[in-house]
T-cell receptor, first 112, second 114 residues
Framework: QQQVKQSPQSLIVQKGGISIINCAYE??????FPWYQQFPGKGPALLIA?????SEKKEGRFTISFNKSAKQFSLHIMDSQPGDSATYFC???????????FGQGTELSVKP | DAGVIQSPRHEVTEMGQEVTLRCKPI?????LFWYRQTMMRGLELLIY????????DSGMPEDRFSAKMPNASFSTLKIQPSEPRDSAVYFC????????????FGSGTRLTVV
């Protein structure tokens, strides 16, 4: 019940295309859903996060869509660029003493 | 701020040796987390501290692993004795608290046990 399941494992997108990564969770106590971006040789870095009281959050080319009833959330990268090539992790936690539980990661490659 | 600082960046050691990984969190952050990253298991939380006190060590694989946080600016993760299956990248992260705060990760320590 603590798991966060992420798909796909890897994704290849052409420059200018839309990248979509999906995550699903079981624990309804989760109430914070961040996405992290990791470049080779670096630690993950917070990209964008959402609370379940909204269905969508947008920051620049990055959008989180959240479906509370389905217990799913996704990251959309619009106008994908080669510089977006990285591994993306979804995560979830709950407020009181919550620790972040990470998905397995998606390796995104944006081809020029 | 220099961010979360981990040392060493790379460590190669022989099986059976003791390994100590070090972490300096961001000043003012009161929560510290140790994660291990492998291809097979992804990012696994090993242990986390709040105000220097260990809160949850359920992710520590076995008694060979131990972690300490003697003060707000320093933490160690020790493996003794090390085994080849401990080879991974170990990340330290800090945050203003648990729950709804973003974590800031260090650049990690790549450990290879031969």
């Amino acid at each position: 019940q603590q798991q966060v399941k992420q798909s796909p494992q890897s994704l290849i997108v052409q420059k200018g295309g839309i990248s979509i990564i999906n995550c699903a969770y079981e624990n309804t106590a989760f109430d914070y859903f961040p996405w992290y971006q990791q470049f080779p040789g670096k630690g993950p870095a917070l990209l964008i996060a959402i609370r379940p009281d909204v269905s969508e959050k947008k920051e620049g080319r990055f959008t989180i869509s959240f479906n509370k009833s389905a217990k799913q959330f996704s990251l959309h990268i619009m106008d994908s660029q080669p510089g977006d090539s990285a591994t993306y992790f979804c995560a979830a936690s709950y407020y009181v003493g919550g620790k972040l539980i990470f998905g397995q990661g998606t390796e995104l490659s944006v081809k020029p | 701020d220099a961010g979360v600082i981990q040392s060493p960046r790379h460590e190669v050691t022989e099986m059976g040796q003791e390994v100590t990984l070090r972490c300096k969190p961001i000043s003012g952050h009161n929560s510290l987390f140790w994660y291990r990253q492998t291809m097979m298991r992804g990012l696994e939380l090993l242990i986390y501290f709040n105000n220097n006190v260990p809160i949850d060590d359920s992710g520590m694989p076995e008694d060979r692993f131990s972690a300490k946080m003697p003060n707000a600016s320093f933490s160690t993760l020790k493996i003794q004795p090390s085994e080849p299956r401990d080879s991974a990248v170990y990340f330290c992260a800090s945050s203003l608290g648990t729950g709804h705060y973003g974590y800031t990760f260090g650049s990690g320590t790549r450990l290879t046990v031969v």
